[in-house]
């Protein structure tokens, strides 16, 4: 019999924290639908009390997932566990996970309580967690750095007040591969089956996820990560590359196994990307874009004559298939259907349609579509968040010797605007004409493109990070066409829309009075 390793997954909550990854909610309803899909155990969907909008995101998550169990992060503060439990009233299977600081440098700069008094907080905290949900995790927040005397006692307290998984996070990176296998052995061998050993590993020197491999060696039975390595600072410990290193090196992890499905690793590596707009870096392990490329002629040889002499795992494990040619635009509903389903995507009969109509109009223009421009378009076009206000058409002036302008139509409220500007180049033209049009005044933070597929006509993915109004939260905004600068300003309008879903109903004036 082998041991199971419970797959904890904080893409959502720890990955959202990565500068500039910020999500609205049906942008981590879809990532939380595909974690499922992809095996994930437990989801931590959110921290209940940073915000309405996480608290929202969190209950929407419970309507959509009924395998993985739903967790939502709170501090060891009354406030944040009943928001923490509220929020988790519709999970088929729920969590909470409380923490607080365990540290000697934590407890006295940060905390400003003697040890004691975090003791009886953490109990308390769990105490209270128990009355909405069995299943509580508890975490000595900066374990890595902790006394270990002090983490048994804390420990020990919070099994008896009722913790079923005790997680130890190496929060700022510090442990080395050995000392961390080491640290989990002791913890684990004073729990002994009172309860979990969960870790949680940053990545600041690149050893998160040898940290875990480590600690799954000595005992650990959860694994918290994310997907691509996305969180707080250089990130956590990458889902792909712990999962496929147990896979891989079965000789080494034969006693233990994960309920991840491999084959859906490289769909959810490409949704993440596509929502964050954080794609990972080329040679990265696993996901990147040369991890399954041979450039060199003697590896090029060797591959010809056996798969296995420069390959260690097939692409095809981790869901990599070639780039098939797909649909082109005499295609019909039905295969479009049927390729999105072996893609992954479950559409409702009107995203389908909204999505077939996309695919015809792209079809009609770029002549082979593959299977990234589709994903691309499902992950960044097809939204329920409501369309306040919708590009329809964008017009440059030849900018070679004059001024850049743009002429920008929009549709909202039922009414067609169409106005022009001029800019210090096409995009700052555009977007300032957007923002004249809607009357909300955007400043752009981040503003990428790159090619979806191959291709000289392959589709232009422009992803932007925007502040709207002097707001401090920016939100992300996707665009994707042939067309560069329409993408552009689809990726700026989406950005726009986003901000105004976020707002309170009541504060949604309609600035285009008096255009
Ligand atoms: O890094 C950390 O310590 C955390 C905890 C909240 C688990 O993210
Ligand atoms: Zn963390």
């Known amino acids: 019999?082998?041991?199971?390793?419970?797959?904890?997954?904080?893409?959502?909550?720890?990955?959202?924290?990565?500068?500039?990854?910020?999500?609205?909610?049906?942008?981590?309803i879809k990532i939380a639908s595909q974690l499922q899909r992809l095996g994930v155990d437990i989801i931590e969907a959110g921290f209940a009390a940073a915000s309405p909008g996480d608290f929202d995101a969190i209950k929407r998550i419970c309507e959509v997932v009924d395998r993985s169990v739903v967790c939502s992060l709170s501090r060891a503060v009354e406030r944040d566990i009943v928001l923490a439990g509220e929020s988790l009233q519709g999970a088929r299977r729920k969590r909470i996970h409380t923490f607080i600081a365990t540290s000697p440098i934590h407890m006295e700069h940060k905390l400003k309580?003697?040890?004691?008094?975090?003791?009886?907080?953490?109990?308390?905290?769990?105490?209270?967690?128990?009355?909405?949900?069995?299943?509580?995790?508890f975490s000595c927040e900066d374990a890595g750095r902790s006394e270990i005397p002090f983490l048994k006692e804390i420990l020990d307290a919070v099994i008896e007040a009722g913790a079923t998984t005790l997680n130890i996070p190496d929060t700022v990176g510090y442990r080395l591969p050995q000392e961390m296998g080491a640290l989990i052995k002791e913890l684990h061998e004073h729990v002994g089956e009172r309860a979990i050993i969960s870790v949680h590993c940053h990545n600041d020197l690149g050893l998160a996820v040898a940290n875990s491999l480590f600690s799954v060696m000595n005992g650990a039975r959860q694994v918290e990560c994310t997907i691509n390595g996305l969180g707080e600072r250089a990130g956590n410990a990458a889902l792909e590359e712990i999962v496929m290193a147990m896979k891989t090196r079965y000789d080494v992890f034969y006693n233990v196994e994960t309920g991840i499905n491999t084959k859906e690793i490289y769909p959810t590596s490409r949704l993440v990307s596509a929502i964050t707009g954080i794609e990972p870096q080329p040679n990265k392990a696993i996901v990147g874009k040369n991890a399954f490329a041979h450039e060199s002629g003697i590896h090029q040889d060797g591959m010809l004559k056996c798969q296995e002499t420069y390959e260690i795992m097939r692409a095809e494990d981790i869901g990599l298939e070639?780039?098939?040619?797909?649909?082109?635009?005499?295609?019909?509903?039905?295969?479009?259907?049927?390729?999105?389903e072996e893609l992954g995507f479950e559409l409702t009969k009107e995203e389908l349609e909204k999505a077939f109509e996309r695919f015809k109009t792209l079809a009609d223009k770029k002549k082979e579509i593959f299977d990234d421009d589709i994903r691309m378009l499902i992950a960044s076009e097809i939204t329920n968040i409501p369309q306040a206000f919708e590009l329809v058409g964008l017009q440059i002036a030849d900018c070679s010797a004059g001024v850049p302008s743009a002429a920008v139509t929009i549709r909202h409220s039922e009414r067609t605007i169409t106005d022009a500007g001029i800019g210090d180049g096409t995009i700052d033209a555009i977007f300032k004409t957007i923002d004249r049009i809607s009357g909300h005044a955007g400043v752009l933070k981040d503003y990428r493109v790159e090619a979806v597929s191959q291709g000289k006509d392959a589709l232009a993915k422009v992803v932007v990070n925007v502040q709207f109004d002097g707001s401090k939260t920016a939100v992300i905004g996707h665009g994707l066409s042939i067309d560069t600068m329409l993408a552009s300003a689809k990726a700026y309008i989406g950005a726009l829309n986003s901000y105004l879903s976020m707002l309170p109903s009541d504060c949604k004036i309609d600035s285009c009075e008096g255009v």
């Open 322 to 340: 070639h780039n098939r040619l797909v649909l082109g635009k005499h295609s019909g509903r039905h295969a479009f259907k049927e390729r999105l």
């Open 1 to 28: 019999m082998k041991d199971r390793v419970y797959i904890f997954d904080t893409t959502l909550r720890d990955g959202e924290q990565s500068p500039g990854a910020s999500m609205n909610t049906e942008e981590k």
């Open 113 to 137: 309580m003697k040890p004691d008094e975090v003791v009886r907080r953490a109990v308390d905290a769990v105490k209270l967690a128990k009355s909405f949900t069995d299943d509580v995790e």
